[in-house]
């Protein structure tokens, strides 16, 4: 035996601009919207109905002209969607207040969906473009050109959903101009221009009325009051992050609260013409939470031209009124049922706080990334994680796929250098390079309260030198879709993972000066005194203005180190720490060279705390800044050469105090500095 069937819903697509019922194979919206109505499966393939609810679509873009009657009534449920408001047009007449019908009408048992569609230059008592007594859904629809003595655009007396839409050059010869709401009628991200009746020129309510996130713009009262809104008959109009300017009243306000309850939170109401003030409160105000009123009437929290740019194309659905640099009602706004995006679907706030009004100013600050947990050095094994702080919140979407996602482990490289010792790899955008090697990332959290993203890795990092890429260049971002440093480069961190480096027991700091002002002979340099080039590793000291190529020093039998022939280079002396590794790596210069002239370290003594010390090497700075400086007796190495392991450390030696009488220098020079940076 069968089991009861589902109801069918049906899919009709009219293929003809034609205001007919087709015998001819064709399907006309009255054809469609007859046949779902009656659940008429009898019709042709593309306009038979089901037994559910039924959905109409376009097959092309039209402009349907009615023939001397309105639609027929929504008895059922149907979803109209069109090829968007520009596309699809649904006319009584091809020009305004012509005809003598309007163009939709939902009964009490009705439920219409109306998405992408134009209704415009319908006629009637009630509702000009729509009348309703059931429940209507509008959506990124238009209602334009539209006249009635009650509710030009739209007239409702059930449930009415507008959204995403346009009410414009609507009018009214009594009261709602764009609309006209008798029960209960919820309005969002839309935006009402230019419609006009004797009172509510853009809408009249006496029920239920919610309004958010929209823009009520040039609607007047030609008689009356209300000019925007007219509240009265004991109705509720609550307004929620709502502009309302150039409203125009002859005698009333821009908001006239005539015998209703009125809420305002976040609302704007400026710029209103005629002998009208911006809002009028004859009944109760309920709710009066950081609006913006610019003649101060109904008590708002600030007063003032809110400066307000013209209505256009700001992005979204919509047309809006943006806030120009230097509006106070930027920023001025509560949090408290603030809605989670403007009237452009932007992400509110946008700045810790929601703006006033409809639109919200977005950030056009690019995050950048504050900090790192990362060190500049480490002895093995490295980290297995660290963490990222931004300067500002970004975008953690759903999942850690999406190419902009702060939780994106492609949006993150940790990678080491090779054999050439050299970061071939550039940017994130280029990818990994040369013999670069990339350390798996295996996840990445994000906590928004702190900015912060933490990064985990497959595993410790071995010995090694490293660059951390937080992605710019391919990006994330901010909610406001701000990329990281404007998506123009990548934040990088520099840092090494080191064994431990023992310090050879020395006898003696080495001899660093000869006598000033005279010159010394010096031998030639006997091969077990040869220097070691290193490469392109050099030290800079900005405060001393020194640059001076850094050579490697072979330590003696006699633990010492024969620095004779050092000139204007730094030596490294070997047994300590190799620069920039983790540990103490000790260089030496002089303070006078054989010629009796200054040498590199002729002001070593005047380095002062903070002052900072480069080690240039293969590109990159190693930037240490200075902790402690002192002068020792030649023979006391314990502080020269002191194991550290707990970072890189850099220790400078020359020689200070020059006695003429046995033409020696008393005491060494000592100053050392931490690794706090590199780039």
């Known amino acids: 035996m069968l089991g009861v069937q589902p109801a069918r819903a049906a899919g009709l697509v009219v293929n003809s601009a034609a205001d007919t019922i087709a015998s001819d194979g064709f399907c006309t919206l009255r054809e469609a919207i007859t046949n779902a109505n009656a659940d008429d499966q ?76 134009t209704v415009r230059n319908g006629k009637a008592t009630f509702g000009g473009g729509i009348f309703n007594d059931g429940t209507a859904t509008i959506t990124a629809s238009t209602l334009s050109g539209n006249a009635a003595n009650y509710g030009g655009g739209i007239e409702n007396w059930g449930t009415a959903t507008i959204s995403a839409s346009t009410l414009s050059g609507n009018t009214a010869d009594y009261s709602g101009g764009g609309i006209y709401n008798g029960r209960t009628a919820t309005i969002s991200a839309s935006t009402l221009s230019g419609n006009t009746a004797d009172s509510g020129g853009g809408i009249s309510n006496r029920a239920s009325l919610s309004v958010a996130n929209s823009t009520l713009v040039g609607n007047s009262a030609t008689a009356g009051g209300g000019g925007a809104i007219l509240s009265g008959n004991s109705g509720t109009a609550t307004l929620t992050n709502v502009t309302i300017s150039g409203s125009s009243s002859a005698s009333q306000a821009a908001v006239w609260n005539q015998s209703g309850t009125l809420h305002l939170t976040n609302t704007i109401i400026a710029n209103s013409t005629g002998a009208a003030t911006d809002c009028k409160n004859d009944g109760m105000l309920g709710t009066n939470a950081n609006n913006l009123v610019e003649d101060n009437t109904c008590s708002p929290t600030l007063s003032g031209d809110p400066m307000l740019g013209a209505l256009a194309n700001n992005g979204g659905a919509t047309q809006t009124l943006a806030l120009l640099a230097g509006s106070p009602a930027i920023d001025a706004g509560t949090n408290v049922g603030c809605p989670a995006t403007d009237q452009r679907g932007m992400t509110r706030p946008q700045n810790g706080t929601c703006d006033i009004g409809a639109y919200e100013v977005l950030d056009i600050t690019p995050p950048t990334v504050v900090t790192t947990s990362l060190l500049a ?65 295996t996840g990445v959290t994000y906590n928004a309260a702190l900015y912060t993203s933490t990064v985990t890795l497959s595993a410790a990092l071995p010995v090694g030198a490293y660059r951390l890429f ?40 080495p001899k660093t000066g000869f006598a000033p002002n005279k010159i010394t002979t010096l031998p030639a340099q006997p091969a077990e005194f040869a220097y070691s080039a290193m490469g392109d590793l050099w030290l800079e000291i900005p405060a001393l203005k020194v640059k001076s190529t850094i050579v490697g020093v072979p330590q003696a039998k006699d633990k010492t180190w024969n620095v004779d022939w050092l000139g204007n280079n730094a030596g490294w002396l070997n047994g300590s720490a190799f620069p920039t590794w983790n540990g103490n790596s000790v260089l030496t210069a002089h303070v006078t060279n054989a010629d009796g002239l200054a040498g590199p370290f002729a002001n070593l003594k005047e380095l002062k705390y903070g002052d900072r010390i480069i080690v240039h090497l293969f590109g990159q700075q190693y930037i240490y800044e200075v902790r402690e400086t002192r002068v020792e007796r030649p023979y006391a190495t314990s502080y020269a050469f002191k194991s550290l392991q707990d970072h890189a450390y850099l220790t400078l030696i020359t020689c200070q105090g020059y006695n003429a009488s046995d033409d020696s220098y008393a005491y060494r020079r000592i100053v050392r500095a931490v690794l706090v940076e590199v780039k």
Not at 74 to 92: D, K, L, P, R, V
Not at 393 to 414: F, I, K, R, S
């Open 377 to 441: 050095s480490y002895t093995a094994p490295g980290p297995n994680n660290f963490t990222v702080t931004f300067s500002e919140n970004v975008a953690d979407y759903a999942g850690n796929a999406n190419p902009n996602d702060v939780t994106n482990p492609l949006n993150y490289m940790v990678v080491e250098d090779g054999a050439d010792s050299v970061f071939n790899t550039v940017s994130c955008a280029g990818g990994l390079a040369g013999d670069d090697t990339q350390a798996t990332i």
């Open 470 to 509: 937080v992605c710019g260049t391919t990006s994330i971002e901010d909610p406001s879709f701000n990329e990281l440093n404007g998506g123009l480069s990548d934040y990088t961190f520099n840092f090494v993972v080191a064994v431990p480096a023992s310090v050879t027991n020395a006898s003696s700091l």
């Open 42 to 117: 009898s019709g042709s393939t593309d306009c038979a109905a089901g037994s559910g609810a039924d959905a109409i679509t376009f097959a092309a873009d039209y402009t349907i002209t009615l023939v001397g009657s309105q639609l027929p009534d929504i008895t059922s449920e149907i979803t109209i969607t069109g090829n968007g408001a520009a596309n699809t047009i649904i006319q009584a007449n091809a020009a305004p207040n012509v005809a003598t019908y309007r163009v939709l009408e939902i009964d009490a048992a009705g439920n219409l969906t109306l998405d992408g569609v």
